[in-house]
């Protein structure tokens, strides 16, 4: 959709924040927190103690990695991110990799990703985090609100358009 309503809608019921305005959704896995979003975490925090919190909340998804935690580190170091700094002192392009970064970490069964963050994921700055993204996905659902043809070349293989009220306009498998 490029409604941005309709995209943060989408994606926070798939999330769980916001109740279906009628039927229900069903989940059987682990949904990932939006990638490259905040996971609830403080910018008060020492990148460490955002790792240390999150990996106790998702304790399994991260036992399950496909990622490394020494891989995960050396990603960080590479963009000057290390652990003894607080989120809040981080550049807005080091905070935009350390969240792809860190939602990227935990395994998840289903990632959720809006349009903007899709984006992200494809540029240049963030280069390194595709060969994660490509592993923690594989054989795992993807859900996107985004409308970029690269992206969905690259990562979709079903689709879903919806009109400006939510109506559904198209579901099914897409072409390149």
Request: negative net charge.
């Amino acid at each position: 959709t490029s409604n941005p309503f309709l995209d943060y809608q989408l994606i926070a019921g798939f999330a769980g924040l916001v109740p279906p305005i009628s039927g229900e959704m069903i989940c059987s896995g682990s949904i990932s927190w939006p990638v490259g979003g905040e996971g609830g975490l403080d910018r008060r925090l020492r990148i460490s103690d955002a790792l240390d919190f999150l990996s106790t909340v998702y304790s399994d998804c991260l036992e399950q990695s496909r990622v490394g935690i020494d891989e995960f580190w050396e990603l960080l170091a590479g963009v000057g991110i290390h652990p003894h700094l607080l989120v809040k002192e981080l550049t807005r392009s080091q905070k935009q990799f350390f969240y792809l970064a860190l939602s990227l970490l935990f395994l998840f069964d289903c990632y959720l990703i809006q349009k903007s963050k899709s984006l992200a994921l494809l540029s240049s700055a963030s280069r390194p985090l595709l060969d994660i993204f490509k592993r923690q996905i594989e054989g795992k659902s993807l859900i996107t609100t985004s409308n970029s043809k690269r992206f969905r070349r690259e990562f979709c293989t079903d689709g879903l358009v919806l009109g400006s009220c939510g109506e559904i306009l198209f579901a099914g498998e897409i072409s390149a």
